[in-house]
T-cell receptor, first 114, second 114 residues
Framework: EADIYQTPRYLVIGTGKKITLECSQT?????MYWYQQDPGMELHLIHY???????EKGDLSSESTVSRIRTEHFPLTLESARPSHTSQYLC?????????????FGPGTRLTVL | AQSVTQLDSQVPVFEEAPVELRCNYS??????LFWYVQYPNQGLQLLLK??????LVKSINGFEAEFNKSQTSFHLRKPSVHISDTAEYFC????????????FGRGTSLIVHP
């Protein structure tokens, strides 16, 4: 069983609020990812990290930011939430440098912006 | 660039019937292929993967998938489904020597009826 955690699981907030979605893993993986998941759509990669102090933007344009100060922690921040940010956010991790490797996913955060 | 097409958004089936979930990919180089499963209110978890060698790969819960290079397909099959197999199934592809970040399909919702 994967040891990757996300909090909160569900979040309902008003427009304009700043929020941080937390993601932590205890597997020592160097690579971490944030995906946005909407029903019937592909998972869209919004941010990823190869290790501490490394962050990259993914394929999907996003108004969020991420940080990677510790290996195990990869939080995602929305400075000013909007209804268009309503979605499911999935965090994942994998071992560094191995394209054969499995991605391990957290349970997700379902965000609703009113 | 790699891409994945899951041809069916939803597959309803009766319990104990066989099922096939279709996945086709596009890539100019050799690939690794994955099937992930997502149960309600959970993150994705690896079901099975093809890396090399035997083109038929199996999971511990009775699913199998066959890599067909000529048809660029990686269809998932199970000879007899259970109610507990009801879930969303995602096919993913990763190019060998690429970015290590897989591309996911849109998912197929398998609905098993009693």
């Amino acid at each position: 069983e994967a040891d990757i955690y996300q909090t909160p699981r569900y979040l309902v907030i008003g427009t304009g609020k700043k929020i941080t979605l937390e993601c932590s893993q205890t597997m020592g993986h160097d690579k971490m990812y944030w995906y946005q998941q909407d029903p019937g759509m592909e998972l869209h990669l919004i941010h990823y990290s190869y290790g501490v102090n490394s962050t990259e933007k993914g394929d999907l344009s996003s108004e969020s930011t991420v940080s990677r100060i510790r290996t195990e922690h990869f939080p995602l921040t929305l400075e000013s939430a909007r209804p268009s940010h309503t979605s499911q956010y999935l965090c994942a991790s994998s071992e560094q440098g191995r394209d054969t490797d499995t991605q391990y996913f957290g349970p997700g955060t379902r965000l609703t912006v009113l | 660039a790699q891409s994945v097409t899951q041809l069916d958004s939803q597959v309803p089936v009766f319990e104990e019937a066989p099922v096939e979930l279709r996945c086709n990919y596009s890539s100019s180089v050799s690939v690794y292929l994955f099937w992930y499963v997502q149960y309600p209110n959970q993150g994705l978890q690896l079901l099975l993967k093809y890396l090399s060698g035997s083109t038929l790969v199996k999971s511990i819960n009775g699913f199998e998938a066959e890599f067909n290079k000529s048809q660029t397909s990686f269809h998932l099959r199970k000879p007899s489904v259970h109610i507990s197999d009801t879930a969303e199934y995602f096919c993913a592809v990763n190019e060998k020597g690429g970015s290590y970040i897989p591309t996911f399909g849109r998912g197929t919702s398998l609905i098993v009826h009693p």
